[in-house]
Nanobody, 124 residues
Framework: QVQLVESGGGLVQAGGSLRLSCAAS????????MGWFRQAPGKEREFVAA????????YYADSVKGRFTISRDNAKNTVYLQMNSLKPEDTAVYYC?????????????????WGQGTQVTVSS
């Protein structure tokens, strides 16, 4: 079993920055690949970024490429999402995911474990 705890969300003005953290506990092999997703009200959960430490692959959604950076501290089993140049359309609940069932980093249904989510609100 894996537990994921996100933190770091909040309210920020457009153009500002936030850093989200996701601390993972549990089976190490289940957290080799970790992803960030977000869900805005009335919308489906969408992929933001993913990092797989087994092959060092990193993926980003086109909408955040160049503004967001995913990184991880393997010693702390924590993955981060540095979000810069935030826009109002980035407003959503952000979720951390782990336990990749099959190799499709961008698909929410590919992940088994989810955190509780952290709210990010970007004001214009």
């Amino acid at each position: 079993q894996v537990q994921l705890v996100e933190s770091g969300g909040g309210l920020v003005q457009a153009g500002g920055s936030l850093r989200l953290s996701c601390a993972a506990s549990g089976r190490a092999f289940s957290t080799a690949a970790m992803g960030w997703f977000r869900q805005a009200p009335g919308k489906e959960r969408e992929f933001v970024a993913a990092h797989d430490r087994s092959n060092s692959l990193i993926y980003y959604a086109d909408s955040v490429k160049g503004r967001f950076t995913i990184s991880r501290d393997n010693a702390k089993n924590t993955v981060y999402l540095q979000m810069n140049s935030l826009k109002p359309e980035d407003t959503a609940v952000y979720y951390c995911a782990a336990g990749l069932k099959y190799t499709n980093y961008r698909a929410a249904h590919a992940y088994v474990y989810w955190g509780q989510g952290t709210q990010v609100t970007v004001s214009s």
